[in-house]
């Protein structure tokens, strides 16, 4: 998958990794090239909204699922971080503080 990636060839890219995951469900680097390489041609001026929402939903579920494999894979945690710090939402218990405010919300 790496190879044809390299070469430019990214229907063959996919096809390999997808090759790959099918001969092992588990293989971490198929889940994330196959992530990678679906979240590269996602397009939201092609697709419509609830479309593009859907695919950019599969690709977290697989890097998630590499993560449950492997999650010591700094690879996987990368990407993860990455979407993470774009997609930033507060988490439930988590405080926030206006700058120069001496009041803490949470």
Known sequence: GMACYRLNQI???KAAFRRAHDL???????LVGIA?????SLDSDVL????????????????SMANL?????AM?????????FWKWTP????V????GSCVVKG
């Open 76 to 84: 996987v945690q990368n990407h993860l971080a990455n979407h993470y």
């Open 48 to 63: 419509d909204p609830r479309e593009y929402r859907s695919r950019a939903e599969n690709v977290i579920k697989m890097i």
């Open 24 to 30: 092992d469900p588990e293989n971490v680097e198929a």
């Open 96 to 99: 926030s503080v206006e700058r």
């Open 69 to 73: 494999v492997d999650h010591t894979n």
């Open 11 to 13: 229907d063959r890219a």
């Open 36 to 40: 990678i390489l679906e979240m590269g």
């Open 91 to 94: 988490v439930p218990g988590m």
